[in-house]
């Protein structure tokens, strides 16, 4: 497949004023409201589903959906496309989107990668729920300057399930590790002491622009409307990923060098990280939070 970049230049001009970013750096995410239009949007939709069909008739759908759990009619329901970076053209044209690319600029600098790319589906009725989790647990880096770009494919709600986010807590890493030592995909920390959480409801085509360190979860969607996010991270060139298994070297051959200079050096700072270690045979965040959770709640 065809994964060739447009490395054209950032605009001069930037997108996001002073007071945006030092909000971002303040409570670790901005909302941009529609940022995609109308047509961007039906477009995505119909990649959605050549994506999601195709898979589906395939007979192995496994390397690109994950399905949920449960399913109405006993249908199978995707939960999660992988890597629709790869998957494409359309979602390739998205993440190198200069609406995209040029804020992230803003937050992290010109020498930009993608880490990695996913789409949840969150289906109505079924829609599984994201526990309460720090990106940068599940892939530690260098440093952390690293923004995970989620962007609203349906219209997001409370009722429908939509991110929910602890402002300003993204200075420090919170625990994700299994009482046995093994990554538990989850904070396992007491979060009553920061505050109640906020709710990031936006019309489609809204796009979060969220650091790797802010705590964000989202409830499941048991509404009777779809709520599909598009969600692409991105880090600064000299950002490189910290070796803890194979895992990471899977990770890195899907990662892309998109816009700037490579970096020789690696930089390093932000707060210190555990590392990881990950169950054998955890695929996605949701398998290793469900798995959590079940352990939880046999013991």
């Known amino acids: 497949m065809d994964t060739s970049i447009d490395r054209s230049d950032p605009t001069t001009t930037s997108p996001l004023d002073a007071a945006q970013v030092a909000r971002y750096r303040a409570d670790g995410y901005l909302v941009a409201t529609s940022l995609l239009g109308s047509d961007d949007l039906a477009c995505a939709r119909d990649a959605i589903t050549q994506i999601t069909r195709a898979a589906m008739a ?3 759908h496994e390397a690109v959906l994950e399905l949920e759990p449960e399913s109405a009619d006993d249908d199978p329901v995707p939960r999660r496309i992988y890597d629709p970076f790869l998957q494409h053209p359309l979602f390739r044209a998205l993440a190198t989107d200069a609406r995209v690319l040029d804020r992230v600029a803003c937050l992290i600098g010109g020498d930009l990668a993608i880490q990695h790319s996913k789409l949840n589906m969150k289906a109505a009725h079924v829609g599984s729920p994201v526990e309460w989790h720090q990106d940068l647990a599940y892939f530690p880096h260098t440093n952390d300057d690293l923004v995970t770009v989620l962007i609203y494919l349906d219209d997001a ?13 993204h200075r420090h890493s919170f625990d994700h590790t299994h009482p046995d030592g093994s990554f538990a995909g989850l904070i396992v920390e007491d979060l009553s002491a920061c505050g109640p959480p906020l ?10 622009f969220m650091h790797c360190l802010t705590p964000h979860a989202s409830l499941p969607n048991r509404s009777d409307r779809s709520r599909r996010t598009l969600i692409f991270e991105y880090r600064a060139a000299d950002s490189f990923p910290i070796w803890y298994g194979d895992g990471v070297a899977l990770s890195e051959k899907k990662a892309c060098h998109l816009r700037g200079a490579p970096a020789r050096i690696a930089r390093f700072g932000g707060p ?3 590392i990881p270690q990950v169950r054998t045979g955890m695929k996605s965040l949701y398998e290793v939070q469900e798995a959590y959770l079940r352990g939880s709640a046999a013991s």
């Open 58 to 60: 395939s007979g192995d």
């Open 157 to 169: 709600t409370e009722e429908n399930g939509c991110l929910q986010v602890l402002p300003g807590h």
């Open 199 to 208: 709710a990031l409801p936006a019309p489609a085509g809204s796009a979060i």
């Open 272 to 274: 210190p990280l555990r």
